[in-house]
């Protein structure tokens, strides 16, 4: 995922938190669904309140901090990363261009992390309207295509930190 496509995937999630998080503003009732047991059914209830602070904490720690942590991360001399081939990637003619491109990256990530907030989300404003009753296949399948997303997520950064060198004698 390029840059600038990993930067608009940000703020698409971000509006729509922000547009899930303010229509359950408006619609949830007064006692909230706040945890789930396996199958779906609530078992922790709270108040709207309750629910919308979460979330807007949520939020604010996941998608604010984690474009802030995808900013920071490479600033000083690389100390605190943990990447695949650090000494290529930090070496100073390329560190400009490992910037542009972890930050990138990791912006991503963001995105696809505010992805299954958003479904969570969801799943909280329609087991509010149910009673307490979620589909728990909802957040199965939720976790699942993340997990799985993720999973592969890695792989592919895996190679795409993979220095040119390598590249070349690896698919040679």
């Given at each position: 995922m390029s840059e600038r496509a990993s930067r608009l995937a940000f703020g698409v999630?971000?509006?729509?938190?922000?547009?899930?998080?303010?229509?359950?503003?408006?619609?949830?009732?007064?006692?909230?669904?706040?945890?789930f047991d396996g199958s779906g059914r609530a078992d922790s209830w709270g108040s709207r309140t309750e629910a919308l602070v979460l979330w807007t904490v949520l939020g604010l720690v996941m998608l604010v901090g984690g474009a802030l942590l995808a900013r920071f991360a490479t600033a000083g001399n690389g100390t605190w990363l943990?990447?695949?081939?650090?000494?290529y990637w930090l070496a100073p003619e390329r560190r400009t261009a490992f910037r542009r491109r972890f930050e990138g990256d990791m912006l991503g990530f963001v995105a696809w992390t505010g992805v299954l907030l958003v479904s969570l989300m969801l799943l909280t404003g329609r087991a509010a309207g149910n009673d307490g009753a979620a589909p728990g296949w909802w957040f199965w399948s939720s976790l699942g295509v993340y997990l799985v997303g993720t999973g592969a997520w890695i792989a592919w950064l895996l190679r795409r930190y993979r220095p040119p060198s390598d590249r070349a004698r690896l698919s040679g």
């Open positions: 999630v971000c509006a729509a938190y922000v547009a899930v998080l303010v229509r359950l503003a408006l619609t949830l009732p007064a006692r909230v669904p706040l945890h943990n990447l695949p081939h650090k000494d």
